[in-house]
């Protein structure tokens, strides 16, 4: 139980154009979806926590406007990386809280690679 | 930040051999957990130890929490080519959110 799963797993595209992510928790309801960027060798940095229904909440030094969120619905976040660049080029993870009890382990998608030239 | 710091950063044993990964955090924690990431993949959850709990084991992991030195420590026994990846740990706060350590990335040779 508790998967969760990302598409695309890895797209390339120009710069300048948006490219949206997808995570889905597959059988499970997730209140609560967290987006991470991990760049290579390095450890995963917190984006966002997504909220179904609300805005999103973003970590600090996070465009807003760049890495649009949203959480429609309790299976499924998206992720929109507006205008990317090269320096936008990096592994996007994203996770989710099983809801009721604690909330206390993350389940994590296999990641998207994103890579803009 | 809050980010964790990892040591060592990258460990290399053989085959059997215990490897032993260290972090610390920088405030008091909610909660630790570790998570296990293959190369170019997802996290897989392997433990979480509470704020009030010093040590757990699940299988071939133990893991220790010192809340007072604000530091936990990872150990893998009888390590196999099979456990090579790189481990994190995460603190957890007041929230619900995760804030990573730095990671250790280990190699294991047959």
């Known amino acids: 139980g508790a998967v969760v799963s990302q598409h695309p797993s890895w797209v390339i595209c120009k710069s300048g154009t948006s490219v949206k992510i997808e995570c889905r928790s597959l059988?499970?309801?997730?209140?609560?979806m967290f987006w991470y960027r991990q760049f290579p060798k390095q450890s995963l940095m917190l984006m966002a926590t997504?909220?179904?229904?609300?805005?999103?909440?973003?970590e600090q030094g996070v465009e807003k406007d760049k890495f649009l969120i949203n959480h429609a619905s309790l299976t499924l976040s998206t992720l929109t990386v507006t205008s990317a660049h090269p320096e936008d080029s990096s592994f996007y993870i994203c996770?989710?809280?099983?809801?009721?009890?604690?909330?206390?382990?993350?389940?994590f998608g296999p990641g998207t690679r994103l890579l803009v030239l | 930040s809050q980010q964790g710091e990892e040591d060592p950063q990258a460990l290399s044993i053989q085959e059997g051999e215990n490897a032993t990964m260290n972090c610390s955090y920088k405030?008091?924690?909610?909660?630790l957990q570790w998570y296990r990431q293959n190369s170019g993949r997802g996290l897989v959850h392997l433990i979480l130890?509470?704020?009030?709990?010093r040590e757990k084991h699940s299988g071939r992991l133990r893991v220790t929490l010192d809340t007072s030195k604000k530091s936990s420590s990872l150990l893998i026994t009888a390590s196999r080519a099979a456990d090579t990846a790189s481990y994190f740990c995460?603190?957890?706060?007041?929230?619900?959110?995760?804030?990573f350590g730095t990671g250790t990335r280990l190699q294991v040779f047959p």
């Open positions: 996770s989710a809280s099983v809801p009721g009890g604690r909330k206390e382990t993350q389940y």
């Open positions: 059988d499970f309801q997730a209140t609560t």
């Open positions: 997504s909220n179904e229904g609300s805005k999103a909440t973003y």
């Open positions: 405030t008091s924690i909610n909660n």
């Open positions: 130890i509470r704020s009030n709990e």
């Open positions: 995460a603190a957890s706060y007041n929230t619900d959110k995760l804030i």
